[in-house]
């Protein structure tokens, strides 16, 4: 069954928790200090759009915003199989909230044209809001599914289950439509040999580079300014906080009978 034309998948690049971002002084995250990485719940939505292309065909779009390292998520996309990258870079995106941010992905789906279904990540693991999925389903005036864990696409419609509290719920809606994946949903596959072989060319080819990675600012998409960055961003950080280290005593028992009258006084 082949009948799904384009499938876009939204990426983030975010930095490495085991590595340390500082804090600017407006309470933004200062990147530059960080290791990179792409965001852990974005993996499943990777792994959902190209499951999405095996079972029901199409071409996958690999989408980020960001500043312009953020090119190694889109390398490491097409590693993993995407047919297309898109890079959103521009200055005037510096500061933008979850709602600017919309407006700014929203605009660059707009200008890739028509397509069936966009996958997102739960949230992500640095703004961790879980905002801009809904918020370009509300901005495209689109179904969205969030929290899916699988879903099948019968007679153009997509019937996704999706993790509530304790339980599932099925919901089926029309196509084009926003998943959220959520991380019960399974595990990003291993690299591909073409994918691999594919970003060892672009690394050496400028003219392959320019093919499978494109590089758009805010005029090309024709955002406005004034909803980007911190103009178009309503969302006010009036104080950062940071948390001291929690450590914990440990203690060591060994043993058995005598462990477990030990273990019962330290409970008690
Ligand atoms: C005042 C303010 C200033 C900020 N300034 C900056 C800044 O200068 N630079 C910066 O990087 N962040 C900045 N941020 C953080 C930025 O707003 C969020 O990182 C961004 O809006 C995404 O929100 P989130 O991380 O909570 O994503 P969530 O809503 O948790 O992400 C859900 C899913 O949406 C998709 N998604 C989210 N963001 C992107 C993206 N950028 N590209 C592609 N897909 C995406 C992914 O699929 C992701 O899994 C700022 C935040 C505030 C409040």
Known sequence: ?????????????????????????????DRAKARRMLNPFDRYALQAALDAKKNYGGQITAITM?????????????????????????RSLAGSD????????????????????????????????????????????IPQITYCEDFKIENEKIIARRVIEGGHQTLKAPLPCLITVANSYKALKYKTIHGAKLVQDIMREEEKKNKYIKILNINDIKANPDFLGIKGSPTIVSKTEKISEISGNCKILKGSKELSLELKEILK
């Open 66 to 90: 960001g500043p312009p390292l953020a090119i190694e998520i889109l390398f490491e996309a097409l590693e993993h199989g995407v047919d297309n990258t898109i890079l959103l870079s521009d």
């Open 98 to 141: 979850t709602w600017a941010t919309s407006y700014a992905l929203k605009k660059t789906i707009n200008y890739l044209g028509e397509f069936d279904l966009i996958f997102c990540g739960l949230q992500t693991t640095d703004g961790d809001t879980a905002q801009v999925g809904s918020q370009i389903a509300e901005r495209l005036n």
């Open 1 to 29: 069954m082949s009948f799904l034309k384009n499938i876009f998948v939204l990426i983030k690049q975010v930095p490495d928790q085991g590595s340390k971002a500082g804090v600017n002084l407006d309470g933004t995250i």
